[in-house]
């Protein structure tokens, strides 16, 4: 197979699983961070160079119809290439959209990282009431937050955090940061991806509330990560209390 994936996640998923199937990734694909020898890198997830990846001569594209462009896919199913786009919303999602991924990459049978990552999150017991209502920023200049529908979300309210935004229309609402401030959240949860929030930038724009920094990959990637996931996030909020 030679395999072009448009989303970090996936890429890092099938670098470790079917290693030399990748032939392209993107600019933001960090894990691993060396993908392979003579894996080209063809653009960003929503900008990737079409004819770039269409002269790998790929099997197949993989995507993701939250991460990546309508008119960019439509351009390389239209050129003739198999695009397989996922959709990720909820961690079983996540788990069953990976399987679909290996399968089409060749894989037989199930990954020892995929087990490992459904044995660490069925171990997971959230209390019976949600630690902290949190905000949760993926975004400054303007600032945005999660929404409904997120995966990042589900990962959250697994562990014990209710988002403030979770009913909220949109999935990537965009609130002023006074309307943040103001919206009854008791801890604000700040990933270093997209945005890269730090100790420096994030927290002193909520005072009077404690910061989780997390790392947006154990947050926002559904890949081997996952199996680390519960006990990072959890050490990240457990921090966050004192």
Not at 1 to 7: K, P
Not at 30 to 54: E, F, Q, S, Y
Not at 166 to 187: F, M, N, S, W
Request: aromatic share 6%; proline share 9%; glycine share 8%.
């Amino acid at each position: 197979m030679r395999v072009v994936s448009l989303v970090p996640s996936l890429t890092e998923a099938i670098a470790v699983t079917v290693p030399g199937a990748l032939v392209g990734v993107t600019d933001w694909c960090t894990h691993p961070a060396d993908p392979g020898p003579g894996v080209v890198r063809i653009g960003g997830t929503k900008n990737p160079d079409v004819p770039a990846v269409l002269a790998l001569r790929p099997d197949l594209v993989v995507a993701n119809e939250e991460e990546n462009r309508e008119p960019d896919l439509a351009a390389l199913r239209e050129a003739g290439t198999e695009v397989l786009v996922t959709e990720v919303r909820t961690l079983e999602q996540a788990f069953a959209e990976l399987e679909r991924v290996l399968r089409a990459c060749g894989v037989d049978g199930r990954p020892q990282w995929l087990t490992a990552a459904e044995a660490a999150w069925a171990a997971v017991t959230a209390p019976a009431a949600p630690v902290r209502r949190a905000v949760v920023p993926v975004w400054r200049r303007p600032w945005m937050v999660l929404g409904r529908d997120t995966f990042a979300g589900d990962l959250l309210r697994r562990l014990g955090v209710e988002n403030v935004y979770a009913t909220h229309e949109d999935r990537y609402p965009k609130v002023g940061i006074e309307q943040l401030v103001a919206d009854g959240a008791e801890l604000v949860v700040l990933p270093n991806e997209p945005y890269r929030f730090t100790a420096d930038d994030g927290p002193e724009a909520f005072p009077d509330l404690p910061a989780a920094l997390v790392d947006g990959r154990m947050l926002t990637w559904y890949g081997p990560s996952l199996a680390d996931a519960p006990a990072a996030l959890s050490a990240a909020l457990r921090a966050a209390h004192r």
